[in-house]
């Protein structure tokens, strides 16, 4: 099941577009399903569990942290993670940076911008976001390497307003990529999700985070 979903998911995506498996609050099982269908991106929003699951999977994992990230925890997964989606302060930003350089390494960070309507969703407003960049305060943190957006839409029927606050997030992103920043890795788009991501495609995602359309509901 997981892996039929898997390709028919990765039929549907352009060249270019990479599919981050969200298998937060499902089994090592299920992940080990996907990763024998040759999965080997997985996205997790919870420090311990991604720590455990961490533990017991195959060490060519890619493990993308996609949640909320609080500062105090970013030391557990310093020595491992392999991309952070969703960076929405400088305090953030610096503590992931000093974890780096402890664990001797780079790590690759995504900005979390805010364009959807509900106010509850984290992240940087567009124009804090492209202040934050101007500022160049960003410069000073060696060990992260900033990547590209991480955004969420409002959770909506409406396709029309979907897209517009995705094509919001692609003409920040491309504003800071001709903003000559000297941003080496400045090539990432991190949205799209289980019932977005046909949409997010057509406007500039080049990193889909699919959770339930691939392992079913979540039992939280
Ligand atoms: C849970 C989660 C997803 C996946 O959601 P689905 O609707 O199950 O695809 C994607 N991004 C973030 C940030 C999430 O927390």
Redesign the pocket.
Same mark, same amino acid.
């Given at each position: 099941m997981i892996t039929e979903r898997i390709k028919g998911i990765k039929q549907t995506l352009p060249e270019g577009v990479r599919l981050v498996a969200?298998s937060?609050f499902h089994p090592a099982s299920m992940i080990q399903e996907a990763y024998d269908a040759g999965q080997r991106i997985f !996205?997790e929003?919870h420090v311990q569990e991604m720590v455990a699951k961490y533990e017991v999977m195959p060490k060519d994992i890619e493990w993308h942290f996609? !949640?909320h990230l609080q500062t105090n925890k970013v030391k557990y997964i310093a020595p491992f993670v392999s991309l952070i989606?969703?960076v929405d302060s400088e305090h953030l930003l610096k503590e992931i940076d000093k974890q780096a350089k402890r664990c001797e390494r780079v790590i690759p960070v995504l900005l979390q911008v805010h364009v959807a309507k509900e106010e509850t969703k984290f992240g940087f407003a567009p124009n804090e976001l492209l202040e934050f960049m101007k500022s160049e305060v960003w410069k000073q943190y060696e060990n992260v390497s900033i990547s590209g957006l991480m955004c969420?839409a409002t959770n909506t029927d409406d396709e029309v307003q979907i897209a517009s606050e995705f094509e919001q997030a692609k003409e920040l992103f491309d504003t800071i990529r001709d903003s000559n920043f000297d941003l080496q890795n400045w090539k990432t788009c991190s949205w799209g999700?289980?019932?977005d991501y046909p949409i997010a495609v057509k406007h500039g995602s080049t990193m889909v985070?699919?959770?339930?359309?691939i392992f079913g509901e979540?039992i939280y």
């Open positions: 969200v937060k !996205g929003s996609i !949640g989606h969703a969420m999700m289980s019932d985070r699919i959770g339930s359309l979540r």
